[in-house]
């Protein structure tokens, strides 16, 4: 009975018209393609062992996912595997108030972030502790001129 009443319905003559279809126009199956997905990557002794120097050296994660061609939370699983102690960048008192002239003279957030080779969330966090305002997030909104 399942049979017969898909044979009949809408939904089967439209999925057969579409095969059909597909048939004529050379594609391999009616299918969507799916994606695979990516295999994990795995660091032999030589990387490892040029990782666990990189880190040592004070390399940042997103350098090191940079760099070994793995996602952060790969770099933060090394880590973890390699028994590495994470390293805190942390910002001396006049990096700090240098953060603070760059970010008040009108450079962005992730800008003074950047200059000093920290992530945007712990230059905020410090800029915070140091007493800074922030801006709000985004572009200054334009006034509407009235002609």
């Known amino acids: 009975m399942v049979g017969l009443v898909e044979s009949y319905s809408i939904k089967s003559w439209g999925a057969g018209h579409l095969r059909s279809l597909a048939r004529l126009t050379g594609s391999r199956s009616a299918e969507p393609a799916r994606e695979l997905p990516k295999k994990a990557k795995r660091l032999d002794d030589t990387k490892l062992s040029a990782f666990q120097a990189r880190y040592r050296e004070g390399a940042t994660v997103e350098m090191l996912a940079r760099e070994f061609g793995v996602h952060r939370t790969t770099v933060m699983a090394f880590t973890k ?3 590495l102690h994470r390293h805190v960048h942390a910002l001396s008192d006049p990096q700090i108030q240098q953060a603070a002239v760059l970010y008040q003279d009108g450079e962005s957030l992730a800008g003074v972030a950047k200059h000093h080779g920290v992530g945007v969330e712990t230059m905020r966090t410090a800029l915070l502790a140091y007493g800074q305002e922030l801006r709000p997030r985004g572009r200054p909104r ?6």
């Open 81 to 83: 595997r390699l028994d």
């Open 142 to 147: 334009r006034e509407a001129t009235r002609v």
